[in-house]
């Protein structure tokens, strides 16, 4: 193994072996990952019997993409849930891969590689972003129940995730928005629903933007135009004239459709007054 790194992986089946990395040492049913360009010093404290794969890291690699590096070694528990599909897979192959065709072999070789990234401890960074992304989906399920809350602020919504506000603008950083940002979308897409939306037609305008958190009408209109390209009275009237025209997708309205609508109605308006 000079030139190419494999992948150790050995399960115990009986003995013990103390590995310089870990204090307790491996025992009886015990698995357990290697690499082959990593010193590996270990101590036979009983005599052991043990079945070992080696893995090619480039084969693994290509049969996993998102693993860029090849893991660290570690122990792994071969007794309950993957661990123990993977070890007895690996005494199954042990046993039958000499009567195992070779068209089969390239099937095995992805089980093997499947259930051995399953097992796999998740990396200490990996996991971190697993437990950030969680607490984002939080944050965010806060801010769409609240929205409508005129004191939503993130000191507010860092106070009731039991964080702190700079870690909750750091939730926010692994995305393209603020806190802030997040919040005025929110509500400007929300008003935006109730604008067209001719069950809300008996609603003022400002009525709306008080309701879904707005507590100044001149900063709503401001931002509503900035943000869809007309002021409200006018997404107002693509609600009523024009069914077509005033269909906003209630999830992922891009600013670049918002545009095109308001495009599409300064120009029926005007061949509207050009015709009078």
Not at 104 to 122: F, K, N, Q, S, Y
Not at 135 to 144: H, K, P, S, V
Not at 216 to 222: G, I, K, L, P, V
Request: with cysteine.
């Amino acid at each position: 193994f000079d030139e190419v790194l494999c992948l150790g992986l050995q399960l115990n089946l009986s003995g013990r072996v103390q590995l310089q990395q870990w204090d307790a040492p491996v025992c009886e049913g015990e698995m357990f990952l290697w690499r082959t360009d990593q010193r590996q010093d270990h101590e036979v404290l009983e005599r052991t019997h043990s079945v070992s794969l080696m893995i090619p890291w480039q084969l693994m690699r290509e049969q996993l993409p998102r693993r860029k590096q090849p893991p660290t070694a570690c122990r792994m528990d071969s007794r309950t849930g993957v661990g123990a599909l993977l070890s007895q897979h690996l005494m199954g192959l042990a046993k039958e891969l000499g009567a195992m065709p070779p068209s089969a072999h390239l099937a095995l070789c992805r089980t093997v590689i499947g259930l051995l990234d399953l097992a796999l401890p998740e990396p200490e960074s990996a996991t971190r972003f697993t437990a950030m992304a969680a607490l984002r989906e939080r944050a965010l399920a806060y801010i769409a129940q609240h929205l409508h809350e005129d004191d939503l602020s993130p000191a507010r919504i860092a106070a009731a995730l039991g964080i702190s506000r700079r870690y909750l603008h750091a939730l926010f950083a692994q995305g393209d928005t603020t806190v802030v940002g997040h919040i005025l979308e929110s509500r400007l897409q929300a008003c935006w629903r109730a604008l067209i939306d001719p069950a809300c037609r008996h609603q003022q305008i400002s009525q709306i933007a008080f309701h879904w958190g707005f507590n100044s009408t001149s900063h709503f209109c401001r931002a509503f135009k900035q943000r869809f390209g007309m002021p409200p009275s006018d997404a107002r009237g693509m609600g009523v004239h024009g069914p077509a025209m005033g269909q906003a997708r209630p999830a992922g309205f891009s600013l670049v459709h918002a545009k095109s609508l308001a495009m599409r109605w300064r120009a029926r308006r005007a061949w509207a007054e050009c015709r009078r």
